[in-house]
């Protein structure tokens, strides 16, 4: 079986590549119309709408090469920071909300060898990743037998109260679509931590079109149990390149940590 398997876990990241390509898809058919014999009118106009397109286009392709291994390899540095967070003896059970390709719940797994996890995803639909590629990853990196990978939604979690030592999300609940209240995806994960148990989550909680106000968010919180909560801006405790910093990618992203 082994021999079937690839030598090295493949780990996508957060930027889907299919957005990518509509963006860039699009910014050069209106540059292609930029070239045609056609009126003045109509090649400066469609050179004009080609560049909200080519911006974006560019952000993308940007992101995907700093978050990639082959780039900046900043979505594993940023899972590392997350990792170090987790105050903990290892013993017990772990949460990774929004489990994607399984390079967090991994590393949570190799850091905590006595710990068993639990990663769950919506994974399918116009996603990229997918659960067997998961229990792959997870099987090449030798820790597949201490990981539970399973398909749910973070709004509505399959697990009793009080259920998880630890509990960690990175970029996920704003993505949730079938709650339309990201406070209420953020407390069902509160509802399955055990109390004293400690959490690390990480997402655009500074946009408040998602989030709403973010000391309202917090006193929410504080309200629904929470004994102990720090909140911190990603680029005060992590270096990150500038263009990672537009408002579409990480500049609103801030790491939630605390305990129940």
Not at 68 to 95: E, R, T
Not at 223 to 248: I, R, T, W
């Amino acid at each position: 079986m082994a021999d079937n398997l690839k030598t090295k876990a493949r780990y996508q990241t957060w930027i889907r590549i299919y957005k990518l390509l509509i963006f860039l898809v699009i910014s050069l058919i209106f540059l292609w119309v930029t070239l045609l014999p056609v009126h003045l009118y109509l090649r400066v106009l469609s050179g004009i709408l080609a560049l909200p397109f080519i911006y974006i286009a560019f952000i993308l392709s940007y992101s995907v090469y700093q978050f990639a291994a082959f780039g900046g390899n900043y979505q594993s540095k940023i899972h590392d920071l997350m990792v170090a967070k987790v105050n903990w003896d290892g013993k017990g059970k772990i949460l990774d909300i929004g489990t994607g390709s399984g390079s967090l719940i991994i590393k949570l797994a190799k850091t905590f060898p006595n710990s068993f996890l639990t990663g769950i995803d919506y994974w399918g639909g116009n996603w990229e990743y997918s659960k067997a590629q998961c229990h792959q990853n997870a099987v090449i990196e030798g820790v597949s037998e201490r990981i539970d990978f399973l398909k749910a939604s973070a709004a509505d979690l399959p697990f009793h109260e009080d259920e998880f030592d630890r509990i960690v999300s990175c970029l996920t609940f704003h993505e949730v679509k079938d709650r339309r209240n990201k406070t209420e995806v953020i407390k069902e994960a509160l509802r399955v931590l055990k109390p004293g148990g400690e959490f690390v989550f990480l997402d655009l909680f500074m946009d408040e079109k998602i989030f709403g106000d973010e000391k309202e968010l917090l006193n929410i919180l504080k309200k629904h149990g929470v004994s102990e909560l720090n909140s911190c801006k990603l680029d005060k405790v992590m270096k990150l390149p500038k263009l990672l910093l537009n408002k579409k990618v990480l500049g609103n992203a801030m790491i939630l940590s605390g305990r129940k």
